[in-house]
């Protein structure tokens, strides 16, 4: 008979094994010890906290109710530590802080490329093409019949903005590791 804790992660409440609880406390406390960045480091975290609760809610569709130690070993695995590096002790093997999986593209608007909306920027990251190209064709058809003008409003609409590291990290296709949300979190 294994002992169980509710605990609240990102904002979501999941049943988690002792053994378990403890791995995941163990790793966000050292997680926060290597972030160094001042006050930025609990922005980070809760970024961290709700990729977390993210893969937990995912694994957990799959009938799994309760969060046990093979799964958390496998979250810790895949985010890795934000310097990339791998856990001191014998927390983690180096062979399970690489992570072999894909990240799926998502569309968003772009706030750090924006001149307007953020919208060509986005689009931009989305299809891989370079954004001049995507602002002139938007001009053109603005001009030739106003459909560039209703074509972005649409985009507007449709394409949320990416406010979070995560959600920046889907924008570029890459995976939601602890070193890239340190990369693209908010703070200069």
């Known amino acids: ?23 995941l406390d163990k790793y966000l406390e050292k997680f926060r010890e290597r ?8 922005d980070v975290m809760e970024d961290l906290e709700q ?17 046990n130690l093979p ?7 895949q985010l890795g530590m934000p310097d990339g590096e791998a856990m001191e002790d ?17 569309l968003y608007r772009d706030p750090e490329n924006k001149t307007i909306g953020g919208v060509c920027a986005g689009l931009a990251l989305y ?24 074509a972005y409003i649409i985009f507007w609409i449709v394409a949320p903005l990416a406010t979070t590291a995560a959600q920046k990290c ?3 296709g890459i995976p939601v590791t602890a070193e890239n949300l340190r990369k693209y979190s908010n703070y200069k």
């Open 1 to 23: 008979m294994k002992k169980v804790v509710n605990v609240g992660i990102g904002g979501r409440s999941f049943i988690i094994d002792e053994d378990a609880y403890q791995k």
């Open 71 to 77: 799964l958390v070993n496998k979250i810790i695995a």
């Open 35 to 42: 972030t160094r960045m001042g006050v930025q480091t609990g």
């Open 90 to 106: 014998d927390f983690t093997s180096k062979k399970e802080t690489t992570y072999s999986g894909y990240a799926v593209k998502k």
């Open 170 to 172: 889907e924008m570029r």
């Open 51 to 67: 990729r977390i609760a993210e893969l937990f809610s995912e694994y957990l569709k799959t009938g799994q109710e309760v969060v």
């Open 127 to 150: 299809l891989n093409v370079d954004v001049v190209l995507l602002r002139v064709l938007f001009a053109i058809a603005f001009f030739l019949g106003g459909t560039g003008f209703w």
